[in-house]
């Protein structure tokens, strides 16, 4: 299993501004030329770039050292240092910078290819041929680089989907995942079979694609650390439609359905007030229509729809749920 990092402390470094260069011209017969130091480069900035081709943080090395290069220092015959290059560090969209020091989110990476200039690089030096003034034709001193900036910054990752299905451990959220997008997520008859997020595409076929993630299964006292805990809520924070999974053949659907919702509540009371559906999973478990119609009334809600992701019964219901959530969303 590929490891799922969404957390990350680095420290970056801006590269140092090169100094100013004390040079005299030389040129035969002329025993003492003018001033002709070069200006030093200026240091490289540091940016944080979002890029959808990165899924986590799992490619960046905790508390290493990210630098970029230093400006080179200024030259005779007035040439000027190189800069320095420019350092790029690349993340998934969804990602919240964070100046470790102060707690503070400086950044959030949310569109692709956002671009943040995280430290700036320090400008290069004047040569001595910049302080060549009328009362002194022969400066012997030259400006030093301005150091880079530096930081520690902590990263964090909150995945950005349109929709987010939650449910209990081994309520069939994978498989319906993976009936209704291109993702292949593990599915297993066991509790906490997915243990990161999954995120899959829906391609509606006609311009519309949403993105769904899965997240590991929430049990009772997720809050509090149980089960997986709620570090992944986190990855649905930021979701704009919520599906609720619950096990049709499960022993009380109401209370199965408030344990999500509180769980969901303690973490952040935002998560409830967005749209959402219940899904019952496993109708094909059930003996007859009239027993689904009962366990469905159970849940005395309206936007409830009853579905066999093995089976594949009624997911044209439930994208259409989708499709529907969507569009309140981008009503609103
Ligand atoms: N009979 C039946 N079984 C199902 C259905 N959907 C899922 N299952 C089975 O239920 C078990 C759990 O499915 P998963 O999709 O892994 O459940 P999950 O909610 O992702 O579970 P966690 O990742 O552990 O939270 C697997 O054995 C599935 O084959 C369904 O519609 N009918
Ligand atoms: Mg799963």
Redesign the pocket.
């Known amino acids: 299993m590929s490891k799922f990092t969404d957390t990350m402390t680095i420290r970056i470094h801006a590269g140092k501004g090169g100094s100013g260069s004390v040079s005299f011209r030389r040129e035969k017969y002329i025993p003492k030329g003018g001033p002709d130091g070069g200006d030093g480069g200026r240091g490289g900035d540091v940016y944080i770039v979002s890029d959808r081709r990165y899924y986590n943080l799992s490619h960046l090395f905790k508390d290493r050292l990210y630098r970029a290069e230093n400006g080179q220092t200024g030259m005779g015959e007035n040439r000027h240092g190189r800069d320095g290059k420019h350092l790029t560090i690349f993340v998934p969209p969804g990602t919240q910078i964070i100046d470790e020091e102060t707690d503070e989110i400086i950044y959030d990476l949310i569109e692709e290819d956002d671009r943040f200039m995280a430290a700036e690089g320090g400008r290069g030096g004047k040569g001595n041929a910049f302080f060549k003034t009328s009362t002194n034709q022969t400066p012997r001193f030259s400006q030093p680089g301005m150091p880079g900036e530096e930081k520690i910054l902590r990263l964090n990752l909150k995945l950005i989907a349109d929709i987010g299905?939650v449910?209990?451990?081994?309520?069939?959220?994978?498989?319906?995942?993976?009936r209704i997008t291109n993702a292949r997520?593990?599915?297993?008859?066991?509790?906490?079979?997915?243990?990161i997020p999954n995120l899959g595409v829906i391609d509606r076929n006609d311009g519309r694609i949403y993105t769904i993630a899965?997240?590991?299964?929430?049990i009772e006292g997720a809050h509090k650390g149980h089960g997986l805990g709620l570090s992944f809520l986190q990855h649905i924070e930021r979701v704009k439609a919520i599906i609720y999974?619950i096990?049709v053949t499960g022993y009380d659907l109401g209370f199965n359905y408030k344990l999500l919702k509180d769980e969901l509540k303690t973490y952040n009371k935002e998560l409830i007030k967005k749209p959402h559906y219940i899904v019952l999973?496993?109708?094909?478990?059930i003996d007859g229509d009239d027993e689904i119609k009962r366990r469905k009334s159970e849940l005395k809600k309206k936007n409830v729809l009853t579905?066999?992701?093995?089976?594949g019964?009624n997911m044209d219901k439930l994208l259409a749920a989708i499709d529907c959530m969507m569009e309140k969303q981008d009503a609103s």
Not at 185 to 195: R, V
Not at 281 to 285: A, E, R, S
Not at 307 to 311: D, K, L, Q, T, V
Request: net charge negative; hydrophobic share 40%.
């Open positions: 299905l449910g209990l451990p081994n309520s069939g959220k994978s498989t319906i995942l993976s997520p593990k599915i297993a008859d066991y509790p906490f079979t997915t243990l899965d997240i590991p299964g929430i999974v096990d999973n496993k109708i094909d478990l579905i066999s992701a093995i089976n019964t």
